[in-house]
Antibody
Framework: QVQLEESGPGLMQPSETLSLTCTVSGFSLTSNGVGWVRQPLGKGLVWMGTIWAGGSTNYNSAVQSRLSISRDTSKSQVFLKMNSLQPEDTGTYYC?????????????WGQGVMVTVSS | DIQMTQSPASLSASLGETVTIECRASEDIYNGLAWYQQKPGKSPQLLIYNANSLHTGVPSRFSGSGSGTQYSLKINSLQSEDVASYFCQQYYDYLTFGSGTKLEIK
């Protein structure tokens, strides 16, 4: 069955670079997109960016200058890297499978990984 | 960027009641809208896509409607397991989520 699992450090210092990994199973990264979504504690969902089946990426303009999404198809892993972290980057980060063709909804989600940015 | 305005922010209703959650887009999104349910401590789950198409396995008491810039999610015969936050999302032009609606049982 389709599964996604996020992993990464729970605590980061301001100005550091966050690196998260999304390991997927039950589907191919060359047939589906994978997106990253952030959720501050007790707040709403914010789309960060997506890597598509062909390897191209789209980013939310609010974080585009700090964000990079890449993948290793041989390991079924998608990576998120975001630099210049600030306390407002604190939250739960989800990866989710995204339809490669329109409509571009998320049909499977990981359980999320909590990231706290604090000195 | 397309903005999504969701209302109400919170909602309290009795078991068996019908509730409606609204989402307004800042421009026409041509039915490019999904609804997600997020139960406490869990990840979001897809309910509806293309404004009115029920995702596989979602109970038929959930339904979506709307067009243009105005969309709604209706839950008939409210059940205790429907306690959750609900989010709309437009995917017509990149992706934007609404701010969410927290649904509680009265």
């Amino acid at each position: 069955q389709v599964q996604l699992e996020e992993s990464g450090p729970g605590l980061m210092q301001p100005s550091e670079t966050l690196s998260l990994t999304c390991t997927v199973s039950g589907f191919s990264l060359t047939s589906n997109g994978v997106g990253w979504v952030r959720q501050p504690l007790g707040k709403g969902l914010v789309w960060m960016g997506t890597i598509w089946a062909g390897g191209s990426t789209n980013y939310n303009s609010a974080v585009q200058s700090r964000l990079s999404i890449s993948r290793d198809t041989s390991k079924s892993q998608v990576f998120l890297k975001m630099n210049s972290l600030q306390p407002e980057d604190t939250g739960t980060y989800y990866c989710a499978r995204q339809r490669q063709l329109y409509p571009y909804y998320f049909d499977y989600w990981g359980q999320g990984v909590m990231v706290t940015v604090s000195s | 960027d397309i903005q999504m305005t969701q209302s109400p922010a919170s909602l309290s209703a009795s078991l068996g009641e019908t509730v409606t959650i609204e989402c307004r887009a800042s421009e026409d999104i041509y039915n490019g809208l999904a609804w997600y349910q997020q139960k406490p401590g869990k990840s979001p789950q897809l309910l509806i896509y293309n404004a009115n198409s029920l995702h596989t396995g979602v109970p038929s008491r959930f339904s979506g409607s709307g067009s243009g810039t105005q969309y709604s999610l209706k839950i008939n015969s409210l059940q205790s397991e429907d306690v959750a936050s609900y989010f709309c999302q437009q995917y017509y032009d990149y992706l934007t989520f609404g701010s969410g609606t927290k649904l509680e049982i009265k």
